[in-house]
């Protein structure tokens, strides 16, 4: 009987994580959160002359956290949700087609990092998480 409840635990706790991803995917604000760290991030790793400000990005991703956590989800449904390789793949695609929206490439590190010049220059949300070596 006790296997019995560890499984109908396991069905439950599994059903809820995949209750949570899928709405964590329909929360637009903080997707958009994301594509901004994803692509600060992968800026920072494709140019030497770029680092990250990693106080002002770990407050940013803390603020993240903060704003799923106050909607009802739980630490361990959004480190699901931001681990699954296929919400991964999906966020790739976005940050990807946010650099071509910019006239970069992500397998183009100059043209990485002149749009990481740009975003700092503009002091948009990205550029504030970067910053020149």
Do not use: P
Not at 86 to 101: D, G, L, T, V
Request: net charge positive; proline share 0%; glycine share 6%.
């Amino acid at each position: 009987m006790k296997w019995v409840s560890s499984i109908v635990l396991s069905a439950v706790i599994a059903v809820s994580a995949g209750s949570a991803q899928a709405g964590l995917a329909d929360e637009q604000d903080i997707n958009q959160r994301l594509l901004v760290v994803a692509a600060a991030d992968k800026i920072r790793r494709a140019c030497d002359g770029i680092g990250a400000r990693l106080f002002k990005a770990r407050s940013y991703i803390n603020q993240t956290k903060d704003l799923a956590a106050d909607r009802g989800y739980s630490d361990a449904d959004i480190d699901a949700y931001i681990n699954d390789k296929a919400e991964k793949a999906k966020m790739r695609e976005r940050r990807n087609a946010y650099f071509k929206s910019k006239g970069a490439s992500n397998l183009d590190a100059q043209s990485l990092c002149v749009l990481g010049q740009a975003e700092m220059s503009q002091g948009t949300q990205i550029g504030q998480l970067l910053r020149a070596k």
